[in-house]
């Protein structure tokens, strides 16, 4: 729920600093965004591992990317059509209420995770053994640095102008 509030509160400072075009206020938003953003995906992950397992993992994980695309898809179409008829405001503060709704979705995934808790009689928390130090980095072979490098570059390469295309393609 934290990354979540963070990535709400990011996306409201955003929608503010648009509206008043303010370039300073919009980059702060988009930081605060960012600290609750991809937080907020590994924390999802690792809610799926625990509620999943075996073949069921792997179907979850792809649906929640799946769903995750569809969500930018569908940004990406709308926003700018709301952009155009209403102001760019107005399409970000829509964006602000995308993430209120997300957040309340995340509000009740905690209570229905926490009720499975007490109900099973789980203890929330790690062992000794899965707990992640930073020690376990230096253990990482070459092909997860591989893999890393190419998700990076993907990423940095490819989806900023994946967006310039959709925006000029619903303009």
């Not at 229905?112 to 930073?134: I, M, P, Q, W």
Request: proline share 2%; aromatic share 14%; charged share 10%.
């Amino acid at each position: 729920m934290v990354f979540s509030t963070l990535l709400t509160i990011g996306q409201l400072i955003f929608a503010i600093g648009g509206g008043s075009q303010s370039y300073g206020t919009m980059v702060l938003g988009r930081v605060v965004f960012g600290l609750g953003g991809e937080c907020m995906t590994v924390a999802q992950s690792s809610i799926i591992s625990q509620w999943f397992k075996g073949r069921e993992l792997a179907l979850a994980f792809g649906f929640n990317l799946s769903v995750s695309r569809l969500g930018s898809v569908f940004n990406g179409l709308v926003e700018p059509a709301v952009a155009r008829d209403y102001g760019i405001g107005t399409a970000l503060y829509v964006g602000f209420g995308v993430c209120c709704f997300s957040w309340v979705c995340g509000l009740m995934l905690v209570l229905v995770d926490s009720y499975a808790d007490r109900k099973d009689g789980r203890v929330a928390g790690l062992s000794e053994t899965e707990k992640f130090k930073c020690s376990h980095i230096f253990a990482f072979t070459l092909p997860f640095w591989l893999i890393v490098v190419s998700c990076v570059s993907v990423y940095c390469s490819i989806f900023p102008y994946s967006w310039n295309t959709a925006t000029m393609l619903t303009t």
